[in-house]
Each structure stands twice: as C-alpha cells, then as structure tokens.
C-alpha cells in the first residue's frame, strides 16, 4: 500500500515538472504580435494654400516584428484614414515577408501618400489651418508566423489610431502614434 502511494506521487509530480516544462516552452516560442507606428504624417503645405479642392496626404509607417524567432508572412494590410466618420482615403499595401533578427527587432518601413476623397478636402484643410484635426487610422491585416520551420495559422490583425494634425500641417508636437487594438465596441 505504501509503494503504491509514493508511486502515485511520484507520477503526479512527474505530471506537474513536465506540465510546468512545457508552459515555459510555449511562453518561449509563442509569438507575438506585430508592432504598428506612423512615425510621419503630413498634408502638404502646398495643398493648403492653392485652394484646390484635390489634396493628398503623407505617410511613413513602421511595422515592427519583435519576435527573435519567428518569421511573419503578411497577407495584404488595409490601411484606411477617416476625419470624423468619413473616409479620407485608404490604401492596400501588397503582401511581404518580414524576417527574423536575433540581434534587434525587424523593421519594415513604408513612406507612401494617398489622394484624399475631393469632397472631403475642403472640410480637412479649413480644420486644419484654423487651429488642429484628428483623422482615425484603421488598419487590417492577416499573417502567418513561422517559428523554427513550422507554420502557424492565419492570425487576423485589426489595429486603430488617432492622428492629430497641427497647423503646419504635421503631426501635432511630432508624435508618433502607435496604432492599438481595435476596439470590439460596434462603431457608427
């Protein structure tokens, strides 16, 4: 009776270092997700003073791969910009593979500008030059993650920001925004 005991703890603690063993594991190999920040964002100053009623916008975005060991293959990503609860524009930036660096993070860097809807244009540029506008950013994407050769499922990625733009025309105090979560809340 007593062997069978000391055998039964015996198991149960090999269960338990085992079990633990693996947690740890997957803490070290699960990876994380991508990092999103517009690092520039302008209208151009000449946009503002022809009072044309086309304009276009600028933008430099950094997508940041802080896994050390896992590669991520990017489905196209949505990008869309709104002023209020209409769309400025939007963008789909084409598919890319991101690699791995052990040394720091992978930086993908994009500069790129979009035409801005014509109706719209008037409103965002008087905001703009009488004191300050706020555009939400939406972005949207599907990736991959390959993590010592092995491929995971396609995770969705939904990600949102506010821009503040100053009367320059340029991010209001040149802050960076770091696109976050999307809210689950239903938007209007």
């Known amino acids: ?6 055998l039964c703890l015996w198991l149960v603690q090999l269960v338990y270092i085992l079990g ?6 997957w803490l070290a190999v ?5 990092d999103y920040t517009i690092i520039k964002f302008s209208v151009p100053l000449t946009n503002h003073n022809n009072g044309s009623s086309h304009g276009r916008i600028e933008y430099e975005l950094d997508i940041k791969n802080p896994n050390r060991d896992s590669c991520i293959l990017y489905d196209d990503t949505f990008l869309t910009f709104y002023y209020g609860e209409d769309k400025v524009g939007n963008k789909t930036i084409p598919c890319f593979y991101q690699g791995k660096n052990r040394e720091k993070s ?18 965002l540029r008087k905001a703009i030059m009488n004191a300050s506008a706020e ?8 990736i991959v ?13 939904n990600r949102e920001g506010k821009i503040r733009i100053g009367k320059d025309g340029m991010l209001l105090n040149n802050k960076e925004v770091k696109l976050r979560h999307a809210s689950k809340k239903l938007k209007l």
Request: with cysteine; glycine share 6%; proline share 4%.
């Open 1 to 6: 009776m007593c062997e069978t005991k000391n």
């Open 20 to 25: 633990l063993l693996g947690f740890c594991l």
């Open 30 to 34: 699960h990876p994380r997700s991508p």
């Open 106 to 123: 992978e930086i993908h860097r994009l500069s790129d500008q979009m035409d801005v809807e014509t109706r719209l244009w008037t409103d």
């Open 135 to 142: 555009l939400r950013v939406d972005l949207s994407t599907k």
């Open 145 to 157: 993650y390959y993590t010592w050769g092995i491929k995971s499922k396609q995770h969705g990625i």
